[in-house]
């Protein structure tokens, strides 16, 4: 495994100004990285994180800011996520069409790694989720277009399906990975996604791998870097 301060690139963070984006870039600062974000917001991203970050402002439906955005990243991790049924922020424009955006555009500028959270239960149409603008199929499709793009000789992806997300401290908790969509419930702090998100980027074993994740008890970590031990491609 190679130690965070060679990873040489830089990071687009896609929804960094949100609950786990903003441990995304956090964790990128802590091991060192580069990273630019976009936000819809430049003051809330300034308020944040101050001069750490180079700052992309505009919404993921908007293919100009989206493209300079990713331009001249090695990697872009998205935690965006819709908070509405219509308009901008929901889940057709967001979690599919908004990601989607960003997949193509990351691919078109020659970005080599795309990490995404997503969710558990993304394959179940069936799941009362799904009420909420059909949030889990939006998800879906985007995964499915991440790994179809993103799959192919010379890029690599990781998709992070958690449970339900909770506030805190990362490496706090030991976690249990599975992959097939089997797990119905559980919880995770934001944190810890935020974490494993960017561990992804220089573990080898994150490299295409799609997975889902949820705490199994309260006991401090010394490294997430064991859950990609346990995942089969
Ligand atoms: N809540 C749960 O229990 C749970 C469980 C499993 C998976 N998830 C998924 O995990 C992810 C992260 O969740 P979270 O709670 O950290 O989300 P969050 O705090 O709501 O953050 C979502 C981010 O997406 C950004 N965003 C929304 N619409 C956008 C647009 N049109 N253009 C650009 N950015 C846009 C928001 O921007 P602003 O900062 O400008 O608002 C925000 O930064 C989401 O995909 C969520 O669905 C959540």
Redesign the pocket.
Known sequence: MAISNEYDGTVLV??????????VVRRLLHYGVRVRV????GQ?ARELFGEQVEVAV?????REVVARAVEGCDAVI??????AFSG??S?A???RD?AILLIDEAARAGVRHFA?????AVTKWFHPLNLFGG?LSM?LSAENHLRKVFGQEGRSYTII??????DGEPLQHRLHVDQGDRIWSG??N?SD?AELAVLSLWIGKAKNRTFEVVSEAEEPQQTLAGCYERLSP
């Not at 976009?38 to 917001?41: D, E």
């Not at 995404?116 to 558990?120: G, N, R, T």
């Open positions: 896609a929804g960094a100004t949100g609950r786990t984006g903003s441990w976009l936000s819809r917001s809330k505009g919404k993921v439906q908007e998205s935690a965006l996520g819709s908070s901008e922020s889940p424009e967001v979690d908004g995404m959270v997503s969710s558990i949030v998800k399906r958690p449970g339900g997300l909770k919880w995770i934001r996604v």
